[in-house]
């Protein structure tokens, strides 16, 4: 149940990204690459923090190459991710890179770790996606996204698979290496490969100097402290499963919309955070019998 917990926390927190980085965006123009490459270098900076505190600073050797990896697949999912939502919109966006990454992490977890699917927990992972499925796309709808579609949804489903590859990675990686530096070592080689990004965002001082608050939550709050909860989760929970639980965050970002900025969410919204829930509901039942 722990690992159920501190992964549920980390998807809730995540589900808030949306609502600063539209404000961020709004107030201050900065760019989605910016805030990516922000994003991971503070988060390096405090999972660091973390592993010195915690008395646990080295990874293994072996997992030099996998960091590497998965900090590629966190720079290729915040450039992917942030990019489609400029060319197709955030609920196609979410739509496809949610409820995709969870279905790439069973089949991969399947052939790379042996992980099994149960029925229940397939059954689970099934209406969890379909729950998502309707609690993104309606009642919001997708407007007329013909020009750029097929870009956006490219991006969009590499943003899902990059994620996926991450979760598999780490969960193999967790292992060997203490979950807090393997984390920091993570985010600072994703913040490596996106830094040339900023030549083409080209950040003035004046946007860092006026979104610093909600840079710094960003990089602290929901990617810092929260893939330490969801990394530590990982060691004790599989990796499909973990994909399940992560649904959580869209439900937790439509709830922030309908609170703040009055979006409604419609009786199939409504189905949908049922069938979310009870797939998450389901899965920690049939993961903790």
Do not use: H, N
Not at 132 to 141: D, M, S, V
Not at 171 to 192: N, Q
Not at 217 to 233: D, M, P, S
Not at 253 to 276: D, K, N, S
């Amino acid at each position: 149940m722990r690992g159920f917990l501190l992964i549920a926390l980390a998807a809730v927190s995540w589900g808030t990204t949306g609502t600063a980085t539209t404000f961020l965006v709004r107030d201050t123009a900065v760019s989605p690459l910016t805030i990516g490459v922000a994003r991971l270098a503070v988060a390096a900076l405090v999972l660091a923090a973390l592993a010195w505190i915690g008395g646990s600073s080295r990874i293994a050797r072996a997992d030099v190459v996998p960091c590497l990896a998965m900090g590629a697949c966190m720079a290729v999912f915040q450039a992917g991710y942030f990019t489609a939502v400029v060319l197709v919109g955030v609920a196609l966006t979410a739509l496809i890179a949610i409820c995709s990454a969870p279905l790439a992490i069973a089949v991969l977890a399947r052939i790379a770790l042996g992980e099994r699917l149960t029925r229940r927990a397939a059954l689970a992972l099934v209406i969890g996606v379909t729950g998502t499925a309707l609690l993104i796309a309606f009642p919001r709808g997708v407007a007329d996204l013909a020009p750029r579609f097929t870009a956006g949804v490219a991006l969009a489903l590499t943003a899902g698979v990059a994620y996926a590859v991450y979760v598999v990675i780490a969960k193999a990686s967790v292992a060997r290496s203490a979950p807090l530096p393997l984390a920091a070592a993570t985010f600072l080689a994703g913040g490596l490969w996106l830094a040339p990004a900023l030549l083409w965002a080209e950040p003035s001082a004046r946007q860092i100097a006026t979104g610093w608050p909600l840079l710094l939550y960003l990089g602290v709050v929901t990617t810092g402290l929260a893939y330490a909860a969801y990394t530590t989760g990982l060691t004790s929970v599989s990796a499909a499963a973990a994909g399940i639980v992560s649904l959580l965050e869209p439900l937790t970002a439509t709830l922030l919309g309908v609170l703040l900025f009055e979006e409604r969410l419609g009786a199939i919204g409504v189905a949908g955070a049922v069938l979310l829930l009870g797939a998450v509901a389901m899965l920690v039942r049939e993961e903790t019998r």
